[in-house]
């Protein structure tokens, strides 16, 4: 039965090959150069190291929130109604109110960013928003 050992540590190898002469019936004896690469510079990103293709830059052309918001419609028209009052309303409550209709509420997020980006709603913190006075203009009471 033939046992296989794999030994690391360095030695010269005149010394090594006398000493295994001396001592060991080798047979099918191979030998190998190992010649130790400096490791590459932490520094140098990966890519670089190599050669790999450069990421694609970022598009700069992407679409802004713009003032083209039609408050009348859709959901806009259904979170509007809700802050209507001028009162501070929480993030359920136009969530609840959208799930009455027949639009989805799972889009309430992003349509309630676009609005405060616009300039209609104003964000209070703590999840509450209200209509800004660009939204709704002052409404004088004539008594």
Do not use: C, W
């Amino acid at each position: 039965m033939t046992i296989k050992y794999k030994l690391g540590f360095t030695i010269d190898s005149e010394t090594l090959f006398s000493i295994m002469a001396k001592f060991l019936p080798i047979e099918n004896l191979s030998v190998e150069e190992v010649v130790e690469r400096p490791a590459p510079d932490p520094a140098i990103r990966f890519d670089k190291r190599f050669d790999l293709p450069k990421p694609k830059p970022k598009r700069t052309n992407q679409r802004k929130y713009g003032g083209q918001v039609d408050l009348t419609l859709g959901v806009n028209a259904v979170i509007m109604g809700v802050l209507s009052d001028r009162q501070a309303h929480t993030y359920r409550e136009m969530r609840d109110a959208i799930a009455k209709t027949v639009y989805s509420p799972n889009g309430i997020g992003s349509r309630l960013e676009r609005l405060v980006a616009v300039g209609y709603v104003t964000r209070l913190g703590g999840g509450k928003y209200r209509a800004s006075s660009k939204a709704l203009p002052v409404q004088e009471n004539v008594a």
